[in-house]
Nanobody, 122 residues
Framework: QVEVVESGGGSVQPGGSLRLSCRAP????????LAWFRQAPGKEREGVAG????????YYTDSVKDRFTISRDKTNKTSTLQMSNLRPEDTGMYYC???????????????WGRGVQVTVSS
């Protein structure tokens, strides 16, 4: 079992920035996938950004490209989601997920955090 713990989040005005962090101390960072998902009230959960911890390749959902950046720190076994130019539609609960294998898009994640709230409102 791999524990996944998110931190960060909060409230910000439109156009502002926030940074989320995800720690997965039991994850083998040489070959794993970390991703961020979000769920807004009344909507289905959607994938936001993912990163292959081995090579560092990343992928994003279209609505956050050029605004969000995912990164990883192999030594500290963490992933960071830097969010800029935030919009009200970015509001939701953000979850970090881990997979002890290559990334497979938004599917087959085995370990999930409890989530952190992000609210974008004026």
């Amino acid at each position: 079992q791999v524990e996944v713990v998110e931190s960060g989040g909060g409230s910000v005005q439109p156009g502002g920035s926030l940074r989320l962090s995800c720690r997965a101390p039991g994850l083998m960072m040489s070959r794993a996938c970390l991703a961020w998902f979000r769920q807004a009230p009344g909507k289905e959960r959607e994938g936001v950004a993912g990163i292959y911890t081995g090579g560092g390749s990343t992928y994003y959902t279209d609505s956050v490209k050029d605004r969000f950046t995912i990164s990883r720190d192999k030594t500290n076994k963490t992933s960071t989601l830097q969010m800029s130019n935030l919009r009200p539609e970015d509001t939701g609960m953000y979850y970090c997920a881990a997979r002890a294998h290559y990334c497979d898009g938004w599917t087959n994640f085995d370990y999930w955090g409890r989530g952190v709230q992000v609210t974008v409102s004026s």
